[in-house]
């Protein structure tokens, strides 16, 4: 079946301009996540969606960096005044319904490759 | 896929003592993660050997990692309840791979 899906694949942009960045989920996942990952570096949390809780956004590295959530299913990731430290890659991942006590298993988009110049 | 197999797949010990788990892989690697995920939170990186290393302290952690046997150990010592959580080990490059996910992990219980 369909995996999750990211949009675009690539970005290349200029230092101070906005970016987004889009999230396709399993369908019928009700945990999104976002994740970024540095060159040579490991997954670091971003924000994550649960139904329609609040989202957690204790990972946002500062406030130029925000995401939404409509409906419940796609995302989007937004970058504003993109600096040359935002490069890296930008995962996104959904989970089924959690089931409290139990690890989720996350499934992992192909990333978007962010660039900055 | 580059996704880790972790065991055990529970873990049960009291507050103080040292925790232990495992991780296998199947392919070459050029480093390695363990990450933990508490309960109906995202993963959080831990720490990071790449594939030259052997082992690897960060505070009460320590990493161990034998290439020729493709696994690697996680270690935590002096264990405390706030380190109950879901372990897991992931290695490079997953996210080009749709179907890449996290395994079941460890789930590790410290009891206070």
């Known amino acids: 079946g369909a995996g999750v899906s990211q949009s675009p694949s690539n970005k290349v942009t200029e230092k101070g301009k906005d970016v987004e960045l889009r999230c396709d989920p399993i369908?019928?996942?009700?945990?999104l996540y976002w994740y970024r990952q540095s060159l040579g570096q490991g997954l670091e949390f971003l924000i994550y969606?649960?139904?329609?809780?609040?989202?957690?956004k204790s990972g946002l590295p500062s406030d130029r960096f925000s995401a939404e959530r409509t409906g419940g299913s796609v995302s989007t990731l937004t970058i504003q005044r993109t600096q040359q430290e935002d490069s890296a890659v930008y995962l996104c991942?959904?989970?089924?319904?959690?089931?409290?006590?139990?690890?989720?298993?996350?499934?992992f988009g192909p990333g978007t490759r962010l660039l900055v110049l | 896929s580059q996704q880790g197999e972790e065991d055990p797949q529970a873990l049960s010990i009291q507050e103080g003592e040292n925790a232990t788990m495992n991780c296998s892989y199947k392919?070459?690697?050029?480093?390695l993660q363990w990450y933990r995920q508490n309960s109906g939170r995202g993963l959080v990186h831990l720490i990071l050997i790449r594939s030259n290393e052997r082992e690897k302290h960060s505070g009460r952690l320590r990493v161990t990692l034998d290439t020729s046997k493709k696994s690697s150990s996680l270690l935590i010592t002096a264990s405390r309840a706030a380190d109950t959580a879901s372990y897991f080990c992931?290695?490079?490059?997953?996210?080009?791979?749709?179907?890449?996910?996290f395994g079941a992990g460890t789930r590790l219980t410290v009891k206070p």
């Open positions: 392919t070459s690697i050029n480093n």
């Open positions: 992931a290695t490079d490059p997953y996210y080009n791979n749709n179907d890449m996910r």
């Open positions: 369908s019928g996942h009700t945990a």
């Open positions: 969606f649960q139904g329609n809780s609040a989202p957690d």
């Open positions: 991942a959904s989970s089924p319904q959690f089931d409290l006590g139990y690890s989720e298993t996350q499934y």
